[in-house]
């Protein structure tokens, strides 16, 4: 019969490199007091005797699990994937291990998924957006985990974010269409009930438009799901009841692209008819006929300045400062002025 073959310890290690169980230890949590002479020799004795370090021992030695939480809306959009590669990409430098969940833009099923990953004994959390469950803030507040919020940036906010201004980003879009000519103009938001990113970018295009004594089209606004079919059904509507604006602000580049796939469908000339404006930059952007006009949201920058924020609360148990990113409007061929007699139409109104 076959006998068990006995795990490697630490004792074995220290033995193998040469030095104390208590150096080993310290190489395992990751301290600074080790010279870096001896951390690779220890680092080369787990490699060559195929240690593999307990991360219950060493949760319970440290306090700390090394997993950090990542709780984004939903894994089906790209943008929120480019984010959370850059921020797995930051922790692995740091050693950690990145747990992700989704709530499907439900903010109870956000305060399921954050005690979920409390129980897995996460030492900080990731979320989206600053419009959270009253239970889910007090959970993370009781639990005494740190966590960030991305893909916004309020001043005023309480806990820190990195990100940008959602609704200064929209206002640009409004300024862009009207600079172009457009006085007609209409928008198919996010869904904004729970989606602070949604309701902000619809305020930004009301407050963008007011400022210039305009107003958002009432027949051609609406909230529709970040999908293509829903952008697609939307705009066949419009079409049907000969209700097109000459202009369409989208609340990301899903529900933009299902315009212009439509109006190719339906022979609407973008932009010759119809101009169309995205959120987001997603690449596949700067590939379609039209290249879509679009807000280059900075995803990358913005996982890897939230996984630092989020190590430098953990290490030091101090407030991280909010960060605010850049999100300039990158106009394209999906834009132009308005055709002349669209505008002399709308003028003898």
């Known amino acids: 019969m076959k006998t068990q073959k006995r795990k490697v310890d630490q004792v074995d290690i220290a033995r193998a490199a040469r030095v104390s169980t208590a150096t080993v230890s310290r190489v ?4 600074p007091l080790v010279r870096p002479e001896l951390r690779a020799r220890v680092e080369r004795a787990m490699e060559k005797l195929a240690y593999l370090p307990h991360a219950g021992a060493r949760a319970l030695a440290s306090n700390r699990t090394g997993m950090i939480g990542a709780l984004v809306p939903t894994l089906e959009n790209e943008t929120f994937v480019r984010g959370i590669n850059a921020l797995e990409r930051r922790l692995r ?4 291990t990145l747990v992700i969940a989704a709530s499907n833009y439900s903010l109870e099923t956000e305060t399921v998924q954050v005690r979920r990953l409390l129980g897995r004994g996460v030492d900080g959390i990731m ?13 993370l507040r009781r639990a005494g985990v740190p966590f960030v919020a991305t893909y916004v940036h309020e001043p005023s906010c309480r806990w820190p974010n990195i990100g940008f201004s959602n609704q200064a980003a929209m206002r640009r879009v409004a300024e862009h269409l009207i600079q172009l000519g457009h006085r007609d103009i209409g928008m198919f938001a996010g869904i904004t009930q729970g989606n602070d990113r949604a309701a902000k970018r619809l305020a930004g295009m009301r407050v963008g438009l007011r400022q210039h004594g305009l107003a958002l089209n009432p027949h051609a606004t609406m909230e529709l799901p970040y999908t293509i079919d829903a952008a697609r059904s939307a705009l066949a509507r419009l079409a049907k009841l000969g209700r ?35 959120f987001d930059n997603a690449p596949i952007t700067a590939h379609v006929r039209p290249t879509l006009t679009t807000v280059d949201i900075p995803v990358e920058e913005m996982g890897e300045r939230a996984a630092e924020a989020l190590l430098y609360m953990i290490d030091t148990e101090s407030l991280a400062r909010s960060v605010e990113l850049d999100a ?6 999906s834009t132009a002025p308005p055709r002349r007699r669209d505008r002399t139409r709308r003028a003898s109104r």
């Open 28 to 31: 395992l949590n990751r301290s």
């Open 127 to 139: 979320l989206v957006g600053n419009v959270h469950a009253a239970s889910t803030l007090n959970v």
């Open 93 to 96: 430098v740091a050693e950690r």
């Open 328 to 333: 300039p409007l990158l106009v394209r061929e």
């Open 244 to 278: 097109l604006p000459s202009a369409l602000a989208c609340g990301n580049d899903i529900i933009a692209l299902g315009v212009l796939f439509e109006a190719t469908d339906r022979g609407i000339r973008v932009p010759g008819d119809l101009s169309v404006v995205g």
